[in-house]
């Protein structure tokens, strides 16, 4: 079991349609959770009010963050031999690495991962094929493609034997 923080972005539907039609072939994600933004990533040596808490405490002073996507990319997996397709912000980048950098500075500073580049991203394939990865990105980028909405809540998530269960929410300013 794990804890974590995402944040399930205000899209319009044709922009969700696209999203979940995309990924119901191509991310073995598709069933478990909706198109999302990750701010923390599973954290299992914590309670569960301790790390409620945490979050409602290291969010308080955030704003809604507007974003536009249009861009995707390549992403290796540092722990599989998958590759992802990613939807990278162009807009709205910095303000999610700096929500992401706000959650990880107190009780949580030990489970942030130095190692790992923090890319905000939604994912929306996942392959075993570097080349096919590829072509997918290619296919997205070779479009003139802007997709655009806006994070104005974190969901506070517990994940477990493949299954996400919505916690808590937190809305930002």
């Not at 922009?15 to 909706?34: A, G, V």
């Not at 536009?68 to 939807?87: G, M, N, Q, W």
């Not at 905000?120 to 072509?135: V, W």
Request: charged fraction near 25%; hydrophobic fraction near 40%; glycine fraction near 2%.
């Amino acid at each position: 079991m794990a804890y974590l923080v995402i944040a399930y972005p205000d899209l319009s539907s044709h922009h969700f349609t696209q999203l979940q039609s995309y990924r119901q072939q191509n991310d073995d994600l598709f069933t478990i959770i909706e198109p999302h933004f990750t701010f923390v990533f599973p954290v299992n040596d914590i309670y569960k009010a301790d790390f409620v808490n945490e979050i409602k405490a290291k969010s308080k002073a955030f704003k809604k963050i507007d974003f536009a996507i249009r861009c995707a990319t390549v992403h290796k997996d540092s722990f599989s031999e998958h590759f992802y397709t990613f939807l990278v912000p162009d807009e709205g980048y910095s303000s999610m690495v700096k929500l992401h950098d706000k959650l990880y500075s107190g009780n949580l500073k030990d489970n942030l991962r130095l190692d790992i580049a923090f890319v905000p991203h939604i994912r929306i394939a996942s392959t075993l094929d570097k080349n096919l990865c590829k072509q997918m990105v290619n296919g997205w980028n070779n479009t003139d493609f802007l997709i655009s909405g806006t994070i104005s809540k974190l969901t506070i998530v517990k994940f477990e034997n493949n299954v996400v269960w919505n916690i808590d929410e937190v809305g930002l300013e």
